[in-house]
């Protein structure tokens, strides 16, 4: 299995018995971690984290890496898009270059990896794919990151249907440290009243990997307490900048609605 390591990469190999696989621990970090998991699990299962430096926003590395995991391993039955992430700032002060760094590391980057390993092994092998996105589908601070997550959502069918392999998408409402105030904020507004953790999103990332979804593709799996049902995280601050209604009986009625004088008769 080829992960980007991170903290709910991490959550997926303390699964790994369950789905027997050995791991691919790819980003800056992923040397120390891989030695950490490996000491920690090595008497519970054979299989291996190997450490892989990448840059997924290089076409070129990510192929490299897709090489040398098949002259590692052999095969590659499973891509996890586990990595990316975004820098806080509200949207009229992200300047272009900010914006598309992060399309490229959780867009572009999400399609090389596909795409690398679809050409290398998946095309004639079939296989599994997972691309671990953010929920915010009723929007949510920060443009760059809405809109590079949101554009994973549809290629993901379409390469479920065009390459004709189980593709799912995982939008994920967690409590990461980049979002902690912020989704304190906001518990209060998930109908879970509170935020998921990474202990729920490997689960659910292991069950679409597994026999169990064998019939299932092209889906978006929200591990969100129900939060993209109900609300959106964005607080709107107070402000006159929508258009007034034409003015009538039914303006007059909406004025004396908000202007709190008026008294429901039920
Ligand atoms: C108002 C509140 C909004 C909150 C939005 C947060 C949403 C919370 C989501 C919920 C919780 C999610 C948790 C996670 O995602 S866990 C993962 C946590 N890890 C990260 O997020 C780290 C991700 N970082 C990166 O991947 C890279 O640093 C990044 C792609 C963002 C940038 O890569 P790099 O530094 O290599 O980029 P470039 O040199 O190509 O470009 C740099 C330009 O990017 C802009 N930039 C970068 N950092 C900032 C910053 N802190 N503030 C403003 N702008 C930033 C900037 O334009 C840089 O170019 P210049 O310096 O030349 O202007
Ligand atoms: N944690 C959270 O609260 C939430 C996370 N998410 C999203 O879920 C996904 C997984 O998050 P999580 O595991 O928590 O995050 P982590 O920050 O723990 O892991 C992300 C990993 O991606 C790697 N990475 C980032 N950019 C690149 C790149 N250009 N090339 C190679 N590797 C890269 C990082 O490498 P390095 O080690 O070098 O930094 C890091 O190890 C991300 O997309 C994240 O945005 C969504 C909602 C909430």
Redesign the pocket.
């Given at each position: 299995m080829a992960v980007?390591?991170?903290?709910?990469?991490?959550g997926l190999f303390r699964r790994r018995v369950a789905i027997a696989a050995d791991l691919l621990a790819?980003?800056?970090?992923?040397e120390a971690a891989a030695e950490e998991l490996n000491n920690t699990f090595s008497s519970m299962s054979p299989a291996k984290v190997t450490p892989i430096q990448?840059?997924?926003?290089n076409e070129d590395e990510v192929e490299a890496l897709v090489k040398s995991t098949l002259s590692l391993y052999g095969n590659i039955d499973f891509l996890v898009n586990?990595?990316?992430?975004?820098f806080a700032s509200p949207s009229e002060a992200i300047r272009g270059k900010g914006c598309n760094a992060v399309i490229d590391?959780?867009l572009t980057?999400t399609f090389y990896c596909c795409k690398a390993v679809y050409n290398a092994w998946m095309k004639e092998h079939g296989g599994v794919i997972v691309n671990?996105?953010?929920?915010l589908r009723n929007g949510f601070s920060g443009m760059h990151?809405e809109a590079a997550r949101a554009a994973v959502n549809n290629p993901t069918k379409t390469l479920a249907l065009e390459w004709g392999l189980v593709f799912s998408e995982t939008a994920?409402?967690?409590?990461?440290?980049?979002?902690t105030m912020m989704w304190l904020k906001i518990i209060p507004q998930i109908p879970a009243k509170r935020s998921a953790v990474?202990e729920e999103i490997s689960p659910a990332v292991c069950f679409v990997l597994s026999p169990a979804a064998s019939c299932i593709t092209g889906i978006t799996l929200a591990v969100d307490g129900g939060q993209s049902l109900y609300s959106s995280p964005l607080e709107i601050p107070d402000h006159n900048r929508w258009l007034s209604p034409r003015e009538g009986k039914n303006s007059e009625m909406l004025r004396k609605l908000l202007s709190g004088k008026f008294k429901p008769k039920l």
């Open positions: 980007r390591y991170g903290l709910l990469a991490a790819l980003g800056g970090h992923g990448c840059n997924i926003r586990g990595g990316g992430g975004q590391a959780n980057g671990i996105t953010v929920a990151s994920v409402a967690n409590y990461g440290e980049q979002g990474p």
